[in-house]
């Protein structure tokens, strides 16, 4: 699975929308675009993918470059609960089991 | 439904000993991985069971195993501890196909090696 690229840390107000860069230069045609998060003390949780067109569902939304070397991950209105490392993961469409989780980026959200 | 159960959520054995862990995957779901997650190294995958089978595996030592039963739950066994074993171990289950289906994972057994 080919790398992907993040800023360590960012920080948000809440109300605000968010936008998590994702660099991924050395994506191919196969692969999806994965966003998992992990909240302090629990398990990660699946947030969001997409393959090529933008993605919306009820957490947020997937925007995908037209040479989809980058993605960004939206979310719309930021709150404490937002607060977390986000991840972002490329899987071939052909794979199994496994994601591969870089660093990620820990959300900061400010009251 | 309910979701991905892991038991038991804290564990303290010392150097040596071994430990079983277990997952109960959600209800129909036939695939379970494992991860290890640490300060230093992050999220990293273990091994993945699908129908019984070990369909996938990361690069650790042959000290973890693992297995499925026929009712889906599945257990993690890391034998002569060490130290660095200490870590978060994750459990998620997945549907029928694993591709590219979103993974649901467990709270975790938070694992300490004296």
């Keep these: 699975d080919a790398k992907t690229t993040q800023p360590n840390s960012m920080e948000s107000n809440e109300e605000e929308p968010v936008h998590l860069p994702c660099n991924h230069s050395t994506i191919s045609g196969t692969d999806y675009i ?28 997937l925007a995908i470059a037209e040479d989809r070397k980058s993605s960004t991950l939206i979310l719309h209105r930021a709150t404490l609960r937002d607060a977390a490392v986000y991840y972002c993961i490329l899987r071939d469409r052909g794979s199994q089991g496994n994601l591969i989780f870089g660093k990620g980026t820990k959300l900061s959200v400010k009251p | 439904k309910a979701g991905v159960t892991q038991t038991p959520r804290y564990l303290i054995k010392t ?18 991985s494992w ?10 995958f273990l091994f993945e069971y699908f129908s019984e089978t070990q369909r996938n595996k990361g690069n650790f030592p042959g000290r973890f195993s693992g297995r499925q039963f026929s009712n889906s ?10 130290l ?12 029928v196909s694993m591709t590219y289906n979103e993974q649901f994972f467990g709270p975790g057994t938070r694992l300490t090696v004296l």
């Design chain 1, 34 to 61: 994965h966003w998992y998060r992990q909240l302090p003390s629990q398990g990660p949780e699946y947030v969001i993918h997409g393959l090529t067109s933008n993605v919306n569902n009820r957490m947020a939304s």
């Design chain 2, 15 to 32: 150097r040596g000993q071994q430990v079983t862990l277990s997952c109960s995957p959600i209800s129909g779901h036939r695939s379970v």
């Design chain 2, 35 to 44: 991860y290890q997650q640490t300060p230093g190294q992050g999220l990293q």
């Design chain 2, 73 to 82: 739950r599945s257990e993690m066994n890391v034998s002569t501890l060490e």
């Design chain 2, 84 to 95: 660095g074993d200490s870590a978060l171990y994750l459990c998620a289950s997945a549907g």
